[in-house]
């Protein structure tokens, strides 16, 4: 359903992402892992036509995302805190999603009531706007909303970071439940490589704007994953040891 | 340390995405400090021979008289555009810093707020004219002191008064009441206050007692800054009450029902935006200057449409001038779910519309002044609910402004939505249809003057459609731009 082709983003002398060619199947947990700075956000931000590609496409169904805005109506995601309104309550935030994506009150009743134990009581019923949310809680708002109306295509950047380890367990869950339910496909960004490894089908590994890894689950094991990382700090750490070794 | 404080004021500045973006507005933003110290120098200098050659008393006398109304709208003045001073207080809090080096670097930077200096071109030369004139010197430059002290004390009162709108009510209604009091001969308050002022001038030693009352008011300020310094304080996040707005109502009007819903808890729920919306209110009352014949350079028929489209206009030009700014915390959340920009833009223009609307009926007051003054009015406010209601949206495309809807990051938010900014930014929307009147009206008289601005506005409605497809492509053009400005 995602296509990527030649696609590359260059901010003066910097490529901050180049990505020669890519597909992404449907109905898939996909994860995106790399350290900061590897391209995981310009990725995202790319897919949703946020910022412009300065060479290359991405085509969502067979549409290339820059041209037209089809893939609005099923193409859904939570980055960060911009994607929420603050000054609504959580109620409002949810219908106002529903109905841009013509869900009905009552299906979306129905629909919220798979994330009766995510949300722990602490964001409906509260009367409080989502900007006096905490961070955890803002997030679970944010994740909930992108799910609404079953979009074919999910994307959520680092959905794990800020929950607290019980949610996140459940969050884990949850994505696997409605990956199976809704038959979306799911494209998360993660820092958590055990997450991502238990979670995600296939396993994107960004690093400095390019593609380095791209495995299926079985083919490639939670070591091997770190594994790749601890390389990368052995390589780092090799340079500067020698200045220090030369004092002895 | 003040210089380290300084050095970080200076690179905020220079740095902003406002400051690199908008050359044109900086310009513009220079033309008209020097326009309005232009004024004040000519005032300076003019009044008192203006008042000589009025014969209405003896000049000083008479500027002492008047005093009271210079201080008084001073005060309002301030209070509707005088930004409150912006330190992003909260990385600081944690370094080696007192607190009250901060505070005291925020109220000091005010004093180079354009809304202290400028009053320094009217009261120099008023004084040198007074002396000139033959006064005594020594009391005549004490006298002035005090009145510049009495400015400064407006300062820090605003400092105070700014948090609480109640406050800013009661000195508005009893600016506003008295002057119209005196309009209409029913209780002239300068008799009392010309006292009080020809006393400064008389008695000098006045001048420490006032100099005590200034460091008394900046103390209060400083003091006030200073309990917002805590995390939980200034720089909390209030949790406020919700205040609920009915879904069934918008539910009606489908999509663009629930954008409009959205833009009316916008405005219900921030500070920033019900600003917008009282600085709107506040407009309905401009005309004053212009209908009244306050001041003798207004009194031809093209001012006083000037006064119409801006009585009418209150609302389209403190809100509208900063659409999509008011979206920017969510403005990538709105470029992701399917709504296109005519559906949003459509929501934006029928607010604005519904509020033209309501200042209008609001305006009706006018009526008291004749049918020919009313006609002015009406004149704006077609040419406001055509025209400007969506030339206004097209602007906005340029401004990227990111508001801060909460501002819970700096302690002394910048809570005035509706700067001199915005003021500059409306001239264009004014100058056209100023142009065509005082055309018509030069080559043909009046009554065509006016037809012409209706026939005009007419076009502009049938226009429609096209403008917004251009406006839209404006839109989609800027997207990215907009995005980067809005993220920074």
Not at chain 1, 70 to 87: M, N, P
Not at chain 2, 272 to 299: D, H, K, M, N, S
Not at chain 2, 322 to 348: A, F, G, R
Request: include cysteine.
């Amino acid at each position: 359903m995602i296509n990527v082709s030649n696609l590359s983003k260059t901010y003066k002398d910097t490529t901050v992402l180049s990505i020669e060619s890519l597909q992404l199947s449907k109905g898939e947990i996909i994860g995106l892992v790399g350290n900061n700075g590897a391209g995981k956000t310009t990725f995202f931000s790319l897919l949703l036509d946020l910022i412009k590609p300065s060479t290359g496409y991405i085509e969502n169904n067979e549409i290339k995302v820059n041209e037209s805005e089809v893939w609005k109506s099923t193409t859904a995601a939570f980055i960060d805190e911009s994607f929420l309104i603050g000054y609504l309550t959580p109620e409002e935030y949810f219908s106002f999603i529903a109905g841009l994506r013509s869900v009905s009150k009552v299906d979306l009743e129905l629909f919220l009531e798979r994330f009766g134990t995510f949300f722990n009581e602490e964001i409906l019923g509260k009367n409080k706007y989502i900007r006096d949310l905490s961070k955890g809680n803002q997030k679970k708002v944010g994740i909930a909303a992108a799910f609404i109306g079953a979009p074919e295509l999910v994307i959520l950047d680092e959905p794990f970071a800020n929950l607290d380890p019980r949610a996140q367990m459940q969050l884990q869950n949850l994505l696997r439940q409605i990956n199976q339910d809704l038959g979306c496909s799911i494209f998360v960004s993660s820092h958590d490589l055990l997450h991502v490894s238990e979670l995600c089908q296939r396993i994107l590994i960004l690093n400095k704007g390019e593609l380095v890894k791209d495995v299926t689950k079985g083919e490639l094991s939670l070591d091997e994953l770190r594994s790749f990382f601890m390389e990368e700090i052995a390589v780092t750490e090799e340079e500067p040891s020698t200045p220090l070794s030369a004092d002895e | 340390m003040l210089k380290t404080l300084f050095s970080l004021e200076l690179k905020s500045l220079f740095r902003s995405p406002t400051w690199k973006q908008n050359l044109w507005m900086r310009i513009l933003i220079v033309f008209a400090i020097l326009y309005f110290v232009l004024i004040f120098l000519s005032l300076g200098v003019g009044a008192y021979y203006i008042i000589e050659k009025a014969d209405i008393g003896e000049p000083f006398e008479v500027i002492n008289r008047y005093l009271i109304y210079y201080l008084g709208f001073d005060i309002v003045f301030r209070y509707m555009m005088q930004p409150m001073p912006v330190t992003n207080v909260q990385p600081l809090l944690y370094q080696n810093i007192k607190k009250a080096t901060v505070v005291h670097f925020s109220m000091l930077k005010m004093l180079y707020s354009f809304f202290n200096w400028s009053h320094l071109f009217f009261l120099i030369p008023l004084s040198i004219i007074l002396v000139v004139e033959g006064q005594p010197s020594g009391t005549t430059w004490l006298w002035s002191l005090s009145i510049y002290l009495l400015l400064l004390i407006n300062n820090y009162l605003n400092v105070l008064v700014n948090q609480k709108n109640a406050v800013f009510a009661v000195v508005a209604t009893l600016v506003l009441g008295s002057s119209g009091l005196q309009y209409f001969g029913v209780f002239d308050i300068t008799t009392y206050t010309q006292v009080f002022f020809n006393a400064l001038f008389e008695r000098s030693w006045l001048v420490v007692p006032i100099l005590m009352i200034t460091l008394i008011t900046y103390y209060a300020a400083f003091s006030h800054f200073r309990s917002l310094m805590y995390l939980d304080a200034g720089l909390a996040k209030k949790n406020e009450r919700t205040i609920s707005i009915s879904e069934n109502y918008f539910s009606r009007y489908g999509k663009l029902g629930l954008i409009l819903r959205n833009d009316v808890a916008l405005i219900l729920r921030n500070k920033r935006a019900r600003q917008a919306v009282f600085a709107g209110f506040f407009f309905i009352f401009y005309g004053l200057l212009f209908f009244t014949g306050a001041v003798e350079a207004y009194e031809s028929d093209t001012w006083k449409l000037f006064a119409g489209i801006f009585v009418t206009g209150g609302f389209l030009f403190s809100f509208g001038q900063y659409v999509p700014s008011w979206d920017s915390q969510y403005y990538p959340l709105l470029m992701t779910q399917n709504i296109t920009y005519l559906e949003y833009l459509k929501s934006k223009y029928t607010l604005i519309q519904v509020f033209t609307l309501a200042t209008t009926i609001l305006s009706s007051w006018y009526l008291i002044f004749g049918l020919e003054i009313f006609s002015y009015v009406l004149l704006g406010a077609i040419y406001n609910l055509t025209i400007n209601s969506v030339i206004v949206l097209w602007g906005g495309a340029y401004v990227r402004t990111k508001i801060d809807l909460t501002s819970s990051k700096k302690a002394f938010g910048d809570k005035n939505a509706f700067n001199y900014r915005t003021l500059l930014l409306t001239l264009p929307k004014i100058a056209l249809p100023l142009a065509i009147y005082g055309g018509f009206n030069y080559a043909l008289g009046p009554l065509a003057a006016k037809i012409s601005i209706v026939v005009v506005s007419i076009i502009g409605y049938f226009l429609k459609p096209f403008l917004f497809k251009t406006i839209i492509s404006i839109y989609q053009k800027e997207k990215y731009e907009t995005l980067k400005a809005y993220r920074s």
